[in-house]
T-cell receptor, first 110, second 113 residues
C-alpha cells in the first residue's frame, strides 16, 4: 500500500539552529515527491517537486533532497517566520491523486 | 493570477443535514481535487475532476459527492452529515501538465454539531 510517513511530528528550534525534516515513502512508480508549507488557517502552499533520486531543490533557507526511499527538507539558520507545518506528498501512479504525510509542525523560537 | 477560491470559509451544520461547498480553480486549470484534513488523519483524498468527469475517487462513503462545471468550477456535497465529518475541506487545482503540483485554496472549515 502506498504510504508516506513524516518525522518528527513536532520540532522546536532556536532561531539560527539548522535541522532536517524527514519524509519516507513507499509507492510503486514514484511520479513526484512534493513539499508543502501550511500556516494555521490556510491551505498548503507548494514549495518543491522532486522527481528522481539524487535531485535537490533550494529556496531561501530550505533545501529538499530525494533518495529512493525518503526525502529530507533541510532548514538552514531558520527564522521565526519559518514556523509552520511542513507536509510532503507523493503522486500516485496513473492519476492525479496524492498521498500526504501528517506533517511536521515546526516552531522557531526567537 | 488569482488563486484557488473556496466558499464559504466556515460552516456550522447539524447532524443529518447536507452541505454544499464551492471551489473556483486557478484560471486555466482543468483539474480540481478535494481533500479532507483532520488533526488525526492529515489530508485524505476525496475525488478529482477533470473536464467535468470524475477521474479518481478516494475511500469515502457515497454521502460524499462532487461535480465540476464547464468553467472548471467545482462543488462538493456531503449528505446526512455525521459528527465525524467535521474537518477542513480543501480544494486544489492543477494544470494539465504531467506531474503538476496541486495549488490549494484556504479551505472550508465544517463543524457538525
Amino acid at each position: 500500500e502506498d504510504q508516506v510517513t513524516q518525522s518528527p511530528e513536532a520540532l522546536r528550534l532556536q532561531e539560527g539552529e539548522s535541522s532536517s525534516l524527514n519524509c519516507s515513502y513507499t509507492v510503486s512508480g514514484l511520479r513526484g515527491l512534493f513539499w508543502y508549507r501550511q500556516d494555521p488557517g490556510k491551505g498548503p502552499e507548494f514549495l518543491f517537486t522532486l522527481y528522481s533520486a539524487g535531485e535537490e531543490k533550494e529556496k531561501e533557507r530550505l533545501k529538499a533532497t530525494l533518495t529512493k526511499k525518503e526525502s529530507f527538507l533541510h532548514i538552514t539558520a531558520p527564522k521565526p517566520e519559518d514556523s509552520a507545518t511542513y507536509l510532503c506528498a507523493v503522486q500516485a501512479p496513473g492519476g492525479n491523486q496524492f498521498y500526504f504525510g501528517t506533517g511536521t509542525s515546526l516552531t522557531v523560537i526567537p | 493570477k488569482a488563486g484557488v477560491t473556496q466558499t464559504p470559509r466556515y460552516l456550522i451544520k447539524t447532524r443529518g443535514q447536507q452541505v454544499t461547498l464551492s471551489c473556483s480553480p486557478i484560471s486555466g486549470h482543468r483539474s480540481v481535487s478535494w481533500y479532507q484534513q483532520t488533526p488525526g488523519q492529515g489530508l485524505q483524498f476525496l475525488f478529482e475532476y477533470f473536464s467535468e468527469t470524475q477521474r479518481n475517487k478516494g475511500n469515502f462513503p457515497g454521502r460524499f459527492s462532487g461535480r465540476q462545471f464547464s468553467n472548471s468550477r467545482s462543488e462538493m456535497n456531503v449528505s446526512t452529515l455525521e459528527l465525524g465529518d467535521s474537518a477542513l475541506y480543501l480544494c486544489a487545482s492543477s494544470s494539465s501538465s504531467e506531474n503538476s503540483p496541486l495549488h490549494f485554496g484556504n479551505g472550508t472549515r465544517l463543524t457538525v454539531t
